[in-house]
């Protein structure tokens, strides 16, 4: 599958998305879950890469148990693009052994324009990184998460010509209705039909407003008697 770009406006799920993925994907594929914002400190290539490697790690082991080979940051030090084509292969080598296949979310995707971006770390190299993994290493998959679609990213754009861009955007009338009356099984309280449409009304349907609005009337209710 090519490289996936799932894009909407701030708050509109896109890292729930990425977070619960885990839980309906297959055993076969392996979620790593890459935090962006967390990269953004970096100083050089060794600590990204290191510190990417890290998340990468404690994500596939806390979901799936999967251990990824270990990353030293003082085998980063010298060298680090070629550690790090090390790290990808042997890692392949692993997933090939166990017939699994690794998906890269990258969440935040966006921050990674304005730090790949000074003398420590200029971009073509990560980039041209990045094209040769989605080309050439057909058991790593990658999940871009960002507030912009493939045309705002510029420099990123032509690297990623073969990516299919997603947009999640605001919740259909049905799933507004579906996340506020059926938020867990058997979720006992009711809404009138009147009350339905107020809320989708004064929401537009947006996923953080409504959950906000419903949390507000749960605890209102929480807080009288049950009859």
Known sequence: HPPILLYGQRRMGKTSLLLNLGNVL???????FVDCQGLSGSSDYAEFFYRMGEQMHHSAKRQTGFLLPAL???DMENRPFYHINVWLNQTEELLEKQNKFLLIKLDEFELLSSLLNHDEMEARPFLDLLRYTIQHRPRLKLLFACSHDLSELRDWASYLIN??????SYLETGEAHQLIQY????????YDPLALNRMIQLTHGHPQLVQMICYELVTLKNEQPAA
């Open 26 to 32: 297959p055993s076969q594929i392996v979620p790593c």
């Open 72 to 74: 030293q940051l003082k």
């Open 163 to 168: 990516t299919q861009v997603i947009k999640l």
């Open 183 to 190: 938020p867990l099984p058997g979720f006992p309280l009711r």
